[in-house]
């Protein structure tokens, strides 16, 4: 149980980190083509 507390807030801080990172290089991928 205690496990399963600390693994869900890891995952979504992860989650958000990783939509952020995708974000940001799609934004920068973007610029350079134009």
Request: hydrophobic content about 55%.
């Amino acid at each position: 149980m205690a496990s399963t507390l600390f693994v869900i807030p890891l995952t979504l801080r992860y989650m958000i980190w990783l939509t952020c990172t995708a974000e940001v290089w799609f934004w920068q991928a973007i610029g350079e083509s134009q």
